[in-house]
């Protein structure tokens, strides 16, 4: 039996976001704690009816949490949940996919115009206190996006928003997905993940938006990096091992393409060793291309839908996991 709003406590996760301070500007009365460590997570895990957390989690804790009836994940990725230990327990478990759908959309084109208006060189140059002067090639200068052919490896919420994008932007959108029967979601047309390879030559931004997943892994391999055009650019907001990370890297010595743009890597925080970090035509972001100023508020959106279901008796959560 779900506890009653009246009965209810809810453990906030999480080393940065401020969960607890934005839930309790609801004033819903309802009981709530939050840590900041994992040792403080394990030591009061048990007094929680409810845990909202993400990287945090271990499913050690199950041990430890007799109470625990739901897990809102503040995140969309699921790969730390154990959902056999979770479903043995008869705990509910939800994710917090597209929630930042728009975010993350809005950081892919925002890398997409940084990368083609040449924005990482004129900060540098800013820095330097260096006033660039007029470039005759014109392989070198800024260019614009109308005309440009984007391509845009997963249509699902973040790649249908960055489709929107892209088209006020005059860009033809070729989209990639695992079933395209579901349909194009904005795109000019869709495609099947099997034909990456053939359609990476035709675009000028190749943008991964797909979730991490076994098919998914290395989608984004050696021989689609071969296939892309010189003047091409990569932009990864996915997962970094969506792509060949040693192949990228090959790519970007060799400048066989104009430029890469990454939210995400293989192994974050990226290694300090990492040839990443250097090559010049490279620009790195840290992973943030989903933290706003309104992620928290957007989590517990989600968090409090489900929490409505719960107390209605209901079977289906928003983002049901478990």
């Known amino acids: 039996m779900f506890p009653s709003k009246d009965q209810l406590t809810i453990c906030f996760a999480h080393a940065a976001y401020q969960m607890k301070s934005r839930f309790d500007a609801r004033r819903t ?17 048990g007094e929680a ?6 990287g945090m989690w271990k499913n050690d804790l199950i041990a430890h949490a007799p109470k625990l009836k739901f897990v809102q994940s503040i995140s969309s990725g699921m790969d730390q949940y154990s959902k056999e230990q979770l479903g043995a327990k008869k705990v509910r478990l939800a994710s917090a996919a597209g929630v930042n759908a728009r975010a993350v959309a809005e950081h892919a084109m925002a890398l ?7 924005l990482p060189e004129a900060r540098d140059n800013q820095h330097k206190k260096m006033w660039r002067g007029m470039i005759g090639d014109l392989a070198e200068r800024e260019d614009e996006l109308g005309g440009k052919t984007l391509l845009v490896v997963g249509m699902g919420r973040i790649g249908s928003h960055l489709a929107k994008l892209a088209k006020a932007f005059d860009m033809k959108v070729v989209g990639i997905r695992r079933n395209p029967a579901q349909g194009a979601n904005g795109a000019d047309s869709i495609h099947a993940m099997t ?63 104009w430029a890469a743009a990454l939210d995400v890597t293989a192994d974050e925080p990226l290694p300090a060793p990492s040839p990443l ?25 989600v968090l409090m839908e489900n929490l409505e279901r719960l107390w209605r008796g209901e079977t289906v959560l928003r983002n049901q996991v478990l």
Not at 227 to 245: C, I, L, Y
Not at 280 to 297: C, K, L
């Open 49 to 54: 009816d409810v845990v909202v957390v993400s």
């Open 195 to 257: 034909d990456l390879v053939k359609l990476v030559p035709e675009a000028d931004f190749v943008t991964l938006t797909c979730a991490l997943t076994p098919e998914t892994t290395g989608l984004m391999s050696a021989a689609a990096f071969a296939a892309m055009k010189p003047s091409s650019v990569f932009v990864n907001v996915a997962r970094g091992k969506v792509a060949d990370e040693a192949a990228l890297i090959e790519t970007m010595k060799g400048g066989k393409i």
């Open 277 to 301: 970090w250097t090559l010049p035509n490279v620009f790195i972001t840290p992973h943030t291309a989903g933290e706003t100023r309104r992620y928290e508020d957007n989590v517990l959106d």
């Open 112 to 118: 997409i115009l940084a990368v083609a208006r040449r």
């Open 29 to 45: 009365g309802i009981r709530n704690f939050e840590v900041r460590a994992y040792d403080e997570l394990q030591k009061r895990i």
